[in-house]
């Protein structure tokens, strides 16, 4: 009984953190219920990077007495002071609150489990990990980014049934539905970054942004050693985009794209002008990106998935045979993912698929 | 409300008609439930091919006087007398029943509205089309074959998430788990007849029956033009298959075939004894098969694609790129299709496409 009401005030927490989605990066999203008598007393989220954590929010949204209360929480609360807000745990000692039930220890260092401690030393009782799966999937983005230092990466394709992208490398091929499209821009939302090679600027010339749907543009990554990028294309015109290139590549064209306002991070290369993946996320990683949705082209594609560089992959299926195109990856070695989700937006397949 | 009612006694018929899966073909599955006062006072459905339909099952069940009663049906009761069992359509006027519901109309020429006539012409209120296309989804197998005198054809396919159905063509890769072998052998129990070329017959040796699932073994058609079968295959020893040659394919061997029990169906070819597809399947339905479910391998799906010789398309996809094997198949033109349903068996999707 007391672990079915621990889950439903968690997946609560869960509900009130999502609304936190797109704003709180690199920050982890959270949200926190005050319970007493069996009634929720109140309730906050971290709504933005800087702005107060979920448990004040919910501390101080309680109209009545905290005493003898139970905070829940999906994150363990915080007890670190090198950050832009007070640590939680000196606040819910003192608020009355006898109880504290958590989904995830925190995996930053400089909290991990030392939260739970001055809690308990305090005399406050502790449940941990209810719904903890749950709560690693909502949090993924960053607790792989505290972990390693780089971007939770997600590959989205879009494809037939018989896995081509486009009838053929240099034509654009709407395969999936008006829903689907209101879809990836959703998702786009959720992301720090979107990625994208320059021959999918050249062929599908995309604006990348989330105008189907609520939330705020990601940032967009164009991934071109070469500096082969068109400089008519709609996203060069904004001025709004990271190129990551080879220090080899036309210097008078990067001042050109730079004038107009667009980022450049050169790498150095071989004279093919590839750049190394895992060195561009490193880097990437260390300019705040927490996340990045890569939408294709297929070659863009395939070395994510052959250097395994990758954590998801969404695959959108269109109910259609093409017969010849361009196949969406090829890519050596064999790869075992586990299929986390599959569900139909309008006709097309969506399957989530987790490393 | 009342056609709430409607649709759940006809869901009842459903499931009612389901329990005659795999043993009424090529006879539709037909469940019936007759009402009265609010409740279901009894129910029928069409068993085995050569016993009685649905409706006398039900009627025969009841216990209360039938006066005044409502009888649901998923098919029009049968008013035509050149077959195994007397009409329903008489027995239903005589018995008392005021009111019949229906999904579908039978689309055998026979019937097809007639039944409705008489009962109507005899005072009986009719409601037809409640959950009609749930009814067409349920006998599809059915409704094809009376149409277009020819099987119902689905292929299925199982992969790996880059479309690949082995390692390579002559080897046999076991790609998706044991919960969908077993939902394999399921459906097998519903068609008539399961299909193969040679090459899987050579490959994985299969027995294609459904000894992991409840219910009946299909009948095993093998594509086999050159008549290249080995003849130590587990099923060509259990003398139990149909082989679908050309003429000009090894007298000699045939006469062995034979002589163990195995069925040989012949047509004319041209030098490289292939067999047109088309004709295969309109002498098979000739033969009384209604359903077809095709296994394998790439040449045959690429066959039946091309041709769109296929109703339904069931693919199993493993969680697992596997960078380089065998392609489940390559068919053009360009083929539209529906997607019906797509779940998850443990870890696997399967996507199931209606033409």
């Excluded at 929720?40 to 919910?58: C, D, T, V």
């Excluded at 297929?298 to 998935?305: G, P």
């Amino acid at each position: 009984m007391e672990r079915q009401d621990h889950n439903k005030y968690i997946r609560r927490c869960f509900e009130l953190a999502k609304q936190g989605a797109g704003s709180v990066s690199p920050n982890p999203m959270v949200g926190s219920v005050i319970v007493k008598n069996g009634n929720i007393i109140g309730e906050g989220f971290h709504s933005k990077f800087g702005l107060p954590h979920a448990e004040p929010e919910a501390i101080n949204n309680c109209k009545e007495d905290l005493e003898g209360s139970t905070l829940y929480c999906n994150l363990e609360p915080c007890s670190h002071t090198d950050k832009k807000t007070p640590p939680c745990v000196p606040l819910i000692i003192t608020s009355g609150i006898k109880k504290v039930v958590i989904s995830n220890i925190d995996p930053n260092p400089k909290v991990s489990g030392r939260g739970i401690q001055q809690l308990r030393s305090a005399g406050i009782e502790v449940v941990e990990g209810v719904l903890d799966e749950e709560g690693n999937y909502l949090n993924r983005f960053f607790f792989k980014y505290i972990k390693a230092h780089t971007p939770y990466v997600t590959l989205k394709i879009a494809q037939s049934i018989d896995n081509f992208i486009s009838k053929s490398s240099d034509e654009q091929t709407w395969l999936t539905g008006k829903e689907s499209k209101k879809y990836v821009h959703h998702l786009r939302s959720f992301y720090d970054a979107v990625l994208v090679g320059a021959n999918t600027i050249k062929v599908d010339n995309p604006l990348l942004n989330v105008r189907l749907a609520e939330g705020r543009d990601p940032k967009i990554i164009i991934l071109d050693g070469k500096l082969s990028l068109l400089e008519n294309s709609s996203i060069v015109k904004n001025g709004n985009a990271l190129i990551v290139t080879s220090k080899l590549s036309d210097a008078k064209k990067k001042k050109r794209l730079t004038k107009l306002g667009i980022d450049i991070l050169e790498f150095d290369t071989d004279a093919d002008s590839i750049i190394n993946i895992k060195d561009m996320l490193k880097k990437v990683g260390e300019m705040g990106t927490n996340s990045i949705l890569v939408e294709g082209g297929a070659e863009i594609f395939s070395q994510f998935i052959s250097e395994k560089l990758f954590d998801e992959l969404i695959i959108l299926t269109a109910p259609v045979i093409l017969g010849t195109g361009l196949s969406g990856f090829r890519a050596l070695p064999e790869t075992k993912l586990k299929l986390h989700e599959n569900f139909q937006i309008e006709g097309d397949q969506v399957s989530i698929y987790l490393v």
